[in-house]
């Protein structure tokens, strides 16, 4: 079923096509916050009814438009009312706690016309892992509805001690309120005559309750929050439009993912499932963001550093100095059924902490806001050292010891995603290529802070630490007969020799030889790896190669992201424009030009990309991969604290012209334009503004000779 969901803040809302959350819907469809479910049936009807959907849409994902009609309708050989008389326009959004929507009839019949339209409400503030169908335990029950002519209240008390109630209110008084909570109102239109009735849904917690506004007002103050967030962010035209759609896409995905917590904006994982803070998810989505909002970045740092652990705790797999996983609201979590409050179980939440704030640190040269985060930052190296390294190795490890935690601790959690090549899955303690490599870069760029601020001697201790582990890390992790690093080292520190993107990560990070880097890139981009749509999460040679898998041969953007990242740093572009080119390809085929969560690895002979059945989108590391694009194609590697930026511009196929506006760099902003002139290899480049503080160096682009 295609779903329709809008977003703002911590409330969001899911239907069918049609707007509506059918009665007994396993597809999740709801309003939720704090992880709980407050309407579970929306059901909009005419002459008892459901209405013919014609078109509908959430592109813009702050609200939602939905045209529906009449069918044909006779009662005993007399027409009640004719096919498509009534044109029925619902609109909908969200804005400060509270969903509006609006339900426009217009007659556009050549007689007077009477009906009546009903709709059917109920709440059962269901858990979000129950919605899932992951978890059931003690929960709570409805304790009350109360019915008059112009709303309805259900009350439901949790098992958790918290009293949630949802309330629904409408501007005109129905003609009729059923106990079971259908609304119905008798509409008689004249010819092309139109009349709207108009309704709030309110989440209340603890009594706390958002308070609604006049409906015009409350769409003002949402619309004037978009134009803010498109005013305060980088902005790019060019003359590819696929590219111009999936930016835009992205940017607009982005501002809808946005929650804060009380410590500045930060990116939730993705909808529906996953409305909540991810460790992993929030820092890589923040961290392809710095490009066009800086301050994401800085708030989702604040918000990880809040919820660093203190403490050892078997139940949640918390340990001092970790960055958590994921944390819930709702009344499993707050009743200890599930550890998720907030659950630790990701190895690599706590590097990616450390790398966010270097990378964060050398896009605006915030050095005030790195010594507040200081604390935490250096709990997190410690973390690293100590009870991240099981076994003394000098590798960080992951192994579960919760009974209700996550075994699979990497971005690629499945349970089958780490599988040798007999077929046999890993054995846990497990250490992953790829978050060897966030440490390399978390100590080697902590070490380059440590000197600003003149801690030489950690300084050195870390790199010192850094050039053992590079060292180490050559030897263990290198399949000399695949010429390609093994993905993780199992308990008995085998390698996992399966040939999967995750390597692809280390070309960002510094660790990889610069010659291996380069055996890497190829690889990621050969036809065993590369579907033409994107770079597979394992080769189609590999044992556990399953092109519909959720990691075992799909396509992740964000996946690609990563990879893009280190291929553009260290030069290799025709690598990396091969893979913009084929993710732009894929999005052609995805609603609204929006790259999912992931999609099948089929080869792209098929024609299109094949969807993966329940891939969230939008999904905020899915939609920050186009601005990972803007830098691949700028060949943008900022240094703001030497007060350097370094442009190695190379346009794509299709694309001859590139304009960036207000580009977020140091303390200002950088506009430019590239373009590509007939017979002219090399783009020029324009600059209409610069007030970043920083020098621009424009270079020529490096391993041009590498092939596709």
Not at 62 to 89: D, S, Y
Not at 180 to 185: A, I, L, N, Y
Not at 401 to 416: E, F, L, R, Y
């Amino acid at each position: 079923m295609k779903h329709r969901v809008i977003k703002e803040n911590d409330l969001f809302f899911l239907t069918d096509e049609s707007g509506d959350i059918p009665p007994g819907s396993t597809d999740g469809c709801g309003l939720y916050t704090q992880d709980t479910r407050f309407l579970s049936r929306l059901e909009l009807s005419i002459n008892g009814v459901k209405p013919i959907l014609l078109e509908s849409s959430a592109e813009t994902n702050c609200q939602a438009v939905f045209r529906l009609t009449n069918p044909h309708m006779e009662e005993e050989g007399q027409v009640k009312l004719w096919r498509e008389t009534v044109e029925i326009m619902r609109h909908r959004f969200i804005q400060d706690g509270v969903l509006y929507e609006s339900i426009a009839y217009t007659n556009y019949g050549p007689k007077t016309v009477g009906f009546e339209t009903s709709i059917t409400v109920d709440a059962d503030f269901a858990d979000m892992f129950t919605v899932r169908g992951i978890k059931a335990g003690m929960i709570g029950s409805v304790t009350g509805k109360s019915v008059d002519a112009d709303r309805i209240a259900i009350r439901y008390a949790g098992a958790d001690g918290i009293a949630r109630e949802t309330r629904i209110a409408w501007n005109i008084p129905a003609d009729r309120v059923s106990p079971d909570g259908t609304v119905t109102f008798a509409v008689e239109l004249k010819p092309r005559e139109v009349r709207t009735i108009e309704l709030t849904v309110t989440p209340v917690i603890a009594d706390k309750a958002p308070q609604a506004k006049p409906r015009e007002e409350a769409l003002r103050l949402l619309d004037a929050s978009y134009r803010r967030w498109e005013q305060g962010s980088t902005s790019v035209d060019s003359d590819l439009e696929i590219f111009n759609k999936l930016y835009h896409r992205g940017m607009r995905d982005l501002r809808m993912l946005l929650t804060d917590l009380g410590h500045g904006p930060f990116p939730v994982a993705g909808l529906p499932w996953y409305a909540v803070p991810f460790g992993r998810d929030s820092l890589i989505a923040a961290l392809q963001m710095l490009p066009a909002n800086p301050e994401v970045a800085l708030g989702t740092l604040r918000t990880m550093a809040v919820y660093q652990g203190s403490k050892v705790d078997p139940w949640r797999d918390e340990t001092p100095g970790k960055i958590m996983h994921e944390i819930r609201y709702g009344e499993l979590a707050n009743t200890n059924q599930i550890p998720f409050t907030p659950y630790y179980g990701s190895v690599d939440s706590t590097p990616l902490f450390v790398v966010l704030a270097i990378e964060y640190y050398r896009w605006t040269g915030d050095l005030g806001a790195i010594r507040e985060l200081m604390p935490a930052l250096e709990r997190a190296l410690e973390w690293i050292d100590q009870s991240g390294d099981l076994d003394g190795d000098g590798f960080v490890e992951y192994h579960s010891v919760s009974s209700g935690g996550i075994a699979n601790q990497g971005w690629k959690d499945s349970g089958d995603s780490i599988v040798h090549a007999s077929g046999d899955f890993a054995e846990t303690p497990i250490a992953l290529a790829e978050v060897q490599g966030y440490v390399y870069l978390a100590k080697t760029g902590m070490a380059e802070i440590f000197r600003k601020l003149g801690r030489n001697a950690e300084a050195e201790a870390l790199e010192r630490a850094a050039a053992d582990m590079k060292r180490r890390f050559e030897q263990s992790f290198w399949m000399a007969d695949e010429s390609f690093y093994a993905i993780a080292l199992d308990r008995e520190k085998r390698q996992v020799q399966s040939v999967t993107s995750n390597p692809g990560h280390l070309l960002m990070t510094g660790l990889p030889d610069e010659n291996r880097a380069e055996l890497v890139a190829r690889r990621l981009t050969a036809e065993d790896m590369f579907s033409g749509y994107g770079i597979r999460t394992m080769s189609e040679k590999s044992t556990g190669y399953n092109p519909m898998s959720y990691h075992n041969g799909s396509v992740w953007p964000h996946d690609n992201s990563l990879c893009l990242i280190g291929m553009s740093r260290m030069g290799f572009i025709e690598q990396a424009l091969k893979v913009t080119r084929g993710l732009m390809r894929a999005a052609e085929h995805f609603e609204y030009a929006r790259l999912p969560e992931l999609f099948c690895g089929y080869e792209d002979t098929l024609g299109r990309p094949v969807p993966y059945p329940v891939a969230c989108s939008p999904q905020a590391w899915a939609a920050g991969t186009p601005l990972i694009f803007l830098q691949v194609f700028l060949g943008l590697d900022p240094d703001v604290p030497d007060g350097i930026i370094r442009l190695r511009p190379a346009l794509p196929e299709g694309m001859n012209r590139l304009s960036v506006r207000q580009l977020r760099v140091g303390s200002g902003t950088l506009s430019l334009t590239v373009t590509r002139r007939e017979g002219n290899a090399v783009p020029e480049v324009e600059v209409e503004h610069n007030s970043t503080g920083c020098e621009l160096r424009v270079l020529h682009a490096i391993h041009q000779d590498v092939q596709n």
